[in-house]
C-alpha cells in the first residue's frame, strides 16, 4: 500500500523559509513522479513543483519559479520542497503526490497523480 507523509509545515514570518518533507512508502521511489501541490481555504488545488522519476527534471508553478525548489533523496524515499521569501498569499496546506501512470515525465494536473498525502499547513505571517 502506498503511503505519503509531509511534514514541516508550520507558522512563519513573510521573508521566512520552510522546507517541507514527504516520505513514500510501500513504493519504489524511483518508478514515480513527484510532485506538491497547494490548496488555500476557499480555492482550488493548485500545481507548485514537480520532479520527474530519477530528478532530472523539474517544473514549477509560475508563481514560485525562482523561490521554490524541489528534489528529492532515493536512499530515504523523500521529496523535498525548500521554500525561500515566503509571502502570506502562500499560506495553504501543501500536499504531496506520487505518478506512476502519467503520459508527460513532470506531470503539472492533479489527475496526473496516482496517490496522495494528508497535507501539511504551511502560514505566512504579514
Known amino acids: 500500500q502506498v503511503q505519503l507523509g509531509e511534514s514541516g509545515g508550520g507558522l512563519v514570518q513573510a521573508g521566512g523559509s520552510l522546507r517541507l518533507s514527504c516520505r513514500g512508502s510501500?513504493?519504489?521511489?524511483?518508478?514515480?513522479?513527484m510532485g506538491w501541490f497547494r490548496q488555500a481555504s476557499g480555492k482550488e488545488r493548485e500545481f507548485v513543483a514537480a520532479?520527474?522519476?530519477?530528478?532530472?527534471?523539474?517544473d514549477y508553478g509560475d508563481s514560485v519559479k525562482g523561490r521554490f525548489t524541489i528534489s528529492r533523496d532515493k536512499p530515504k524515499n523523500t521529496v523535498y520542497l525548500k521554500m525561500n521569501s515566503l509571502k502570506p498569499e502562500v499560506t495553504a496546506v501543501y500536499y504531496c503526490?506520487?505518478?506512476?501512470?502519467?503520459?508527460?515525465?513532470?506531470?503539472?494536473?492533479?489527475?496526473?497523480?496516482?496517490?496522495w498525502g494528508q497535507g501539511t499547513q504551511v502560514a505566512v505571517s504579514a
Open positions: 503526490a506520487a505518478a506512476y501512470t502519467a503520459s508527460v515525465p513532470v506531470p503539472s494536473r492533479k489527475d496526473g497523480y496516482d496517490y
Open positions: 520532479s520527474s522519476r530519477l530528478g532530472g527534471r523539474t
Open positions: 510501500g513504493l519504489t521511489f524511483s518508478r514515480y513522479a
